[in-house]
């Protein structure tokens, strides 16, 4: 739009030695106008865009944090827990977190590329598998795959954190 503007305001000046038809000019100086202010938009949505992005990223991270700490604590105490209440404990620690988490992960890979998005989600796909997994063994009282599946979780959760840490920190994985 700019420059068919310009240029058509430029032949307009030039077709008639005596006299600028001033309407054809006019006309042509504002669509050259408004090419520059769609610019000049498009730049300023680009940048909130980008600044979303990282926000949205940011929020991943502590959210991420927080299922690392609930994992940590729960793994903790699992020796203490009655292996049929792991399972309420999951529910009411968890799907918040997880939910923020599986809605926002695509800004990872636009900021940081499908590489490092893929390389995120594999660790937090296989730590969420794990968890389902402790659910499940939870509600069927096989208190050794609670235990050894509780590690594995947060094996893999802390896993995703240190690599969106990294990720964030400016690093590539």
């Known amino acids: 739009m700019i420059t068919i503007g310009f240029l058509a305001g430029a032949l307009v000046a030039v077709l008639d030695t005596e006299q600028v038809r001033w309407g054809l000019f006019s006309a042509a100086m504002a669509v050259g106008a408004a090419g520059i202010i769609s610019v000049n938009v498009a730049k300023r949505r680009k940048k909130q865009f980008k600044e979303k992005l990282a926000d949205n990223v940011q929020i991943l991270q502590k959210g991420l944090s ?10 903790a105490e699992k020796a203490s827990l009655d292996t049929y209440e792991v399972r309420h ?13 599986v809605e926002g992960r695509e800004s ?23 968890l389902n997994r402790v659910w499940s063994a939870s509600a069927d009282g096989y208190i050794d795959e609670v235990h050894a599946y509780l590690e594995k979780a947060h094996a893999q959760f ?14 590539t994985i």
């Open 66 to 75: 927080r299922i690392v700490e609930n994992i940590a604590r729960l793994d």
């Open 89 to 101: 404990r999951i529910d009411e620690l968890f799907p918040d977190d997880l939910n923020e988490f």
């Open 108 to 130: 990872i890979a636009h900021v940081y590329g499908l590489h490092a998005y893929a390389e995120v989600m594999s660790y937090f796909a296989a730590a969420e598998r794990y």
């Open 158 to 171: 802390t896993q995703t954190l240190n690599l969106l840490r990294q990720l964030t920190a400016g690093g």
